[in-house]
């Protein structure tokens, strides 16, 4: 999800749904080291819980980034393990590091000394021809050996060379019972599946097996997946529209333009907001159009709205606690 979780995609989908997590874009360790930490770290308070995803694969490095992310504020430090790209692979970090389980035991060890806040591992079934249930399972009893209790699982291996990312989400098969076995073979330990969920339908059927279900690129393409998550998942009375939802972008952008935030960094992941839905192709074509000229404003997101409905600002109700 690289260049698409950022903190204005992370404040939409808050916008539709209160206590899903939310999780930002991979981070190298060395970026918030060096880099400028405000554009890298700084989120919405509206966010929580949100956590931060590090790439990295010296232990030092990822606990002095992971300290950072903890006093900034976020509620969970996620190390990835599961990226298959060339360039993160050209870096030692990834999906990579299963070939290294006891490198990455040393990491997730630093991390977990460094911060008081949950740690947290998101990682394939296997890597090229290492793919078997005995490995993953031993590979999630070392990490558990050193203390972490949370397992984010994309229920396929990674082809580390010969497949684009986007083939690694696809033609690696599908394994959800691998998933779910080691739910059974470590029930003390926190299982969240990934991979291959569109809606939230069959986010609930895999949660029969595991106990949390991961949703990315199915978001993305279209937010609303998750309209109905706070209400079927968490009991939670809230919901909203689409229409309020864009209205409350709207106030969002207004704010961050007069801080110096171009239109087209919000408006580029509002296009899909209003996907299969009347005047949907309308909002999409101004908002592709437009917002990615220079000096684009808030004019732009209310000719958008034109295409969809009516002009009077929809309320949502604001953020509170339930």
Not at 33 to 38: A, S
Not at 78 to 98: D, H, I, K, T, W
Not at 121 to 142: I, Q, T
Request: aromatic residues 8%; glycine residues 8%.
């Amino acid at each position: 999800m690289l260049d698409r979780t950022d903190r204005h995609f992370r404040y939409l989908v808050r916008l539709i749904t209160r206590q899903t997590r939310l999780y930002t874009e991979m981070v190298v360790d060395q970026s918030i080291l060096l880099g400028n930490r405000p554009r890298l770290l700084d989120f919405n308070p509206q966010e929580h819980p949100v956590a931060l995803q590090l790439a990295g694969s010296l232990p030092h490095r990822l606990a002095a980034a992971a300290q950072i992310g903890e006093e900034w504020g976020y509620d969970e430090i996620n190390l990835n393990l599961g990226c298959p790209s060339e360039r993160v692979q050209g870096g030692g970090f990834g999906a990579c590091l299963m070939l290294e389980p006891d490198r990455v035991v040393e990491c997730m060890a630093a991390i977990r000394q460094a911060v008081r806040i949950p740690v947290t591992a998101k990682h394939r079934l296997g890597v090229d021809e290492v793919e078997s249930y005995p490995y993953v399972a031993r590979f999630v009893e070392k990490l558990a050996g050193v203390g972490i209790e949370v397992f984010i699982v994309h229920a396929r291996k990674a082809h580390l060379k010969g497949l684009s990312p986007a083939e690694n989400r696809t033609i690696p098969p599908l394994r959800y019972e691998w998933v779910y076995r080691l739910k059974q073979d470590f029930p003390q330990l926190t299982i969240v599946l990934n991979g291959g969920v569109r809606t939230l339908d069959e986010a609930q059927g895999h949660l029969a097996h595991v106990d949390g279900v991961m949703l990315g690129r199915a978001v993305y393409d279209d937010p609303f997946v998750l309209e109905q998550a706070d209400q079927k998942l968490f009991g939670l009375a809230h919901a909203t529209t689409r229409l309020a939802v864009a209205w409350a972008m709207l106030s969002y952008a207004k704010a961050q333009i007069e801080l110096g935030t171009p239109l087209w960094a919000i408006a580029r992941h509002m296009l899909n907001m209003f996907k299969g839905q009347p005047g949907g192709r309308s909002w999409r074509r101004v908002l592709s159009e437009r917002a990615p000229r220079p000096g684009a404003g808030i004019e732009v997101l209310q000719a958008a709205l034109e295409q969809v409905g009516p002009q009077t600002p929809v309320s949502l109700s604001t953020f509170a606690s339930d």
